[in-house]
């Protein structure tokens, strides 16, 4: 059989967002039904192909959005969601590429299937952009999620740590008042995506943590204390408050872990 780490390099190296899209949901589907063997015979890339736009900008450099409720904003919010569900194909990719050797054959099915929700997320987001009459690309976007892919590229425990158990967590915390703010502003179709969005990204995290706690005690270390360990050491910054508890709880990660963080 074709290895799947060819077709992961491959869905990588596709620029294109509609095609980006195409090639991951079909690696996982090939995976899925057994049509890709478990075999990594090339390296996978450092960075993944990207469009020509949007431009990508140090998060410092990042245009403001606008007044919250004005078409500006709007339109810069829902390209931000884009850009980051768009990463997060990649990001999800690259981690059952670069680390599926390592940990196996569970761990590439999880994260395969991540990166075709994450796949879909980014043409619902897609879609919405083009009721507003936009696409994604008409904004600048920054680099800083793929940055933290790079910071922990030697690493599968610090890309768990980091990845799904920050930066995806983060998403958890912010997404109830980003679901209020548009539905306050009547746009019920979009309320219905960050849903939809929510509850997937739940259970991503969730698989992020039940990978780490196995990383957690091959080092005979409670997956606790070894979190803040290597969050410490590979991401900027502490966790900012406030946390949605109960979307956490549900993630598998740890409330106390998170308050010796908080900055």
């Known amino acids: 059989m074709p290895p799947v780490g060819d077709a992961i390099r491959a869905a990588l190296l596709t620029p294109a967002p509609a095609a980006k899209v195409m090639a991951a949901r079909k690696v996982a589907r090939d995976w899925r039904l057994g049509r890709l ?29 606008g007044k919250a409720g004005s078409e500006r904003g709007r339109l810069a919010l829902w390209h931000a969601l884009a850009h980051i569900e768009f990463v997060a194909i990649d990001l999800a990719l690259d981690m059952a ?55 922990t590229a030697h690493s599968v425990a610090a890309r768990l740590a980091v990845v799904p158990m920050v930066l995806e967590a983060r998403g958890l915390d912010v997404t109830p008042s980003t679901i209020e703010r548009v539905t306050n502003h ?3 179709a979009g309320a219905r995506i960050l849903t939809r969005i929510l509850d997937d990204e739940i259970r991503h995290v969730a698989i992020g943590s ?54």
């Open 97 to 151: 590429g670069r680390f599926g050797a390592e940990m196996g054959e569970d761990f590439v099915s999880d994260f395969l299937g991540v990166a075709a929700d994450e796949a879909m997320h980014f043409a619902l987001l897609e879609r919405h952009l083009a009721t507003m009459n936009s696409s994604y690309g008409a904004m600048p976007a920054h680099d800083g999620l793929w940055q933290a892919a790079e910071q």
């Open 186 to 188: 009547g746009d019920m």
């Open 210 to 263: 039940k990978h780490f706690d196995e990383c957690a005690r091959i080092q005979d270390m409670t997956p606790e204390n070894y979190w803040i360990l290597l969050v410490r050491r590979h991401f900027r910054g502490g966790l900012k408050p406030p946390f949605n508890d109960s979307a956490r709880l549900a993630a598998g990660l740890s409330l106390s872990a998170c308050a010796v963080l908080a900055c």
């Open 37 to 65: 063997g478990l075999t990594f015979d090339q390296p996978m890339p450092n960075r993944p192909a990207r469009p020509v736009a949007p431009e990508l900008l140090p998060p410092n450099r990042m245009p403001k959005r």
